[in-house]
């Protein structure tokens, strides 16, 4: 049984949800080094099509858009689908191992504070918004 359609049927509703949330998806590792490298903050979340990313990492992402304290910069990248992007963005988050979905802030391409699934999986949406809401307070 070929399950193309429906992982493709996921992974658009995935990528729409973030962009309709108001982050830019990055496809490129030419993208991603333009947007993490420069001044400024930035919040990235590492997307997947798990469903905690859908039910946890994904509303929180969201919620983030919300908040009083803001990021000059929202954005995404999509792990298992923009291989080379995701990579790229990784080789940011010194100190980590992969990990989808994640959330890492940077401060003028420097890694501030990561995150990790084992953070988001099991955990309620709101208790993930409280450790990104920290990160961007610290900054």
């Known amino acids: 049984m070929d399950f193309s359609f429906y992982v493709n049927d996921v992974v658009q509703e995935s990528r729409k949800e973030m962009e309709e949330a108001g982050y830019t998806s990055l496809t490129s590792p030419e993208e991603v080094d333009e947007a993490l490298n420069g001044e400024g903050s930035v919040l990235v979340m590492v997307n997947s099509v798990c469903g905690c990313a859908g039910g946890i990492a994904r509303p929180a992402a969201a919620y983030m858009r919300n908040y009083e304290t803001k990021p000059d910069r929202y954005v995404t990248v999509f792990a298992g689908q923009d291989k080379e992007a995701t990579e790229q963005a990784r080789s940011y988050f010194t100190g980590y191992p992969p990990s989808s979905p994640s959330f890492a802030v940077l401060k003028d391409g420097k890694l501030h504070r990561m995150v990790e699934r084992h953070e988001i999986e099991g ?11 920290e990160a961007l307070d610290s900054l």
């Open 123 to 133: 955990h309620e949406p709101i208790e993930v918004v409280q450790k990104l809401e």
